[in-house]
Every structure is written in C-alpha cells, then in structure tokens.
C-alpha cells in the first residue's frame, strides 16, 4: 500500500531562517506531488506541483521554492522565512497518467505546521 | 468572488441530527472531491464524484453537474463528526490541480 510522510510534524523558525520540509511518498512510481498551504482561518492554496523529476511547476508567486530530487521526493524551501509563510503545510500525491478525462483521487500526508516567529 | 463556495461556513448540531452541507462552483471540472481535516490537520478523502450519488456508511455525497453543486449529507450525526469538511475541485487534464472552497466547521454536540 501507499504511504505518504512528512517532516517534521511542527516547526517554530525565526523571521529570515531558512526552511526545508520534506515530503516522502512510498508504494507508488512516478506520482504527481503536491505542496499546499493553508493560512489561518483561510482554505488550501495549492503552491507547487510536479509532474516528474525535476519538473516543478509554481502557483503563486511568494517566498518559497520547491525541488523534487529523486521520484519520491517533494522538497519545500526558503531561503528566508517571513512572518506570512507560517501555516500549515500539507504534500499530496496522485497518480500521474496522461488520460483526459480521468481523475484521481489526492492522498495527503499528515502536515506541517510552521510558526514563524 | 471564489472559484468555490461552501455553505454554512460554520455548522453546530447535536447528536443524532441529519447534517447537510454545500458546495457550489463557478468552473468546469473533470471532478469533485469532498474531504475532511480533523483538528490535528490531517486530511482524509471522503468521496470523489463527477456525477450522481455516492455513500460510505453515514456519509452521502451528491452532485448535479448542471447546477454546478454538491451536497455532503451526514446521517445520524455522531461527536465524532466534528470536523472541517472541505470541498475541492479538479479541472480537466493530468496534472490534477485542486481548487479548494473554505471549509466547512461542522461541531456536533452530544
């Protein structure tokens, strides 16, 4: 079966650290993966998304990057955290099929929660 | 105005009572998904639909493409309920991106 992890589970960064989450997905090849946000009080924004290694793709502009290394493996990061990057970051993967008209179910990982400070 | 909408934003019932929840949007899409995010932050997919009816347990999920809306029905509503309900869209095409409404916090009180 599919498993799909995140780390670490909270964080508390100053104002202009760096950051890195790592998402891990494990039972599946060649996922879509996801990283969303949700701010407090506001609904999920989709940030990034990949299709492939190396392939990222940004929804918003802001203050974070993310990279996919190996298949399996969805990085987000900044260079230098602002007090509006806090909130709870969640990585998703689906299956990634080039068929129009299909769709496939989202699986999220358990989150982050990021407090900067 | 949001791509989509749910209503009631916040919803407090007492046990046992038949809950109704909605989601309208203003987009084609390819499908709709209904979630649920328990206090902690995690979050579960509930239904996936792109037409008709679907139901899991006490939990039943409509959608009518035309009028573009969903329901989440919750029957005989438990505490354990208690949740924020999400609904999402998906357009066309593979890189199934999803377009969230708010949420909905639905508190169900013994």
């Known amino acids: 079966s599919q498993t799909i992890h995140q780390w670490p589970a909270t964080l508390v960064q100053p104002v202009g650290s760096p950051l890195s989450l790592e998402c891990t997905v494990e039972?599946?090849?060649?996922?879509?993966l996801y990283w969303y946000r949700q701010a407090a009080g506001r609904g999920l924004q989709l940030l990034f998304y990949s299709v492939g290694i190396g392939q990222i793709s940004s929804e918003v502009p802001q203050n974070l990057s993310a990279s996919r290394p190996q298949d399996r493996q969805f990085i987000l990061s900044s260079k230098k955290l602002l007090l509006s990057d806090s909130g709870f970051y969640l990585c998703?993967?689906?299956?990634?099929?080039?068929?129009?008209?299909?769709?496939?179910?989202?699986?999220f990982g358990p989150g982050t929660r990021l407090t900067v400070t | 105005k949001n791509e989509v909408e749910q209503s009631p934003q916040n919803l407090t019932a007492q046990e046992g009572e038949f809950i109704t929840i909605n989601c309208s949007y203003s987009?084609?899409?390819?499908?709709l998904h209904w979630l649920q995010q328990h206090p902690g932050g995690g979050i579960v997919s509930l239904f996936m639909l792109s037409s008709g009816k679907k139901k899991h347990g006490r939990l039943i999920a409509t959608i009518n493409i035309q009028e573009k809306h969903s329901s989440l029905h919750i029957t005989a509503s438990h505490p354990r309920d208690s949740a924020v309900y999400i609904c999402?869209?998906?357009?066309?095409?593979?890189?199934?991106?999803?377009?969230f409404g708010t949420g909905t916090l639905l508190a169900v009180q013994p």
């Open positions: 999402a869209v998906r357009g066309g095409g593979a890189t199934n991106k999803l377009i």
């Open positions: 998703a993967w689906s299956v990634n099929f080039w068929t129009s008209g299909i769709s496939y179910e989202q699986y």
């Open positions: 987009v084609g899409i390819s499908a």
């Open positions: 039972g599946t090849s060649n996922p879509n």
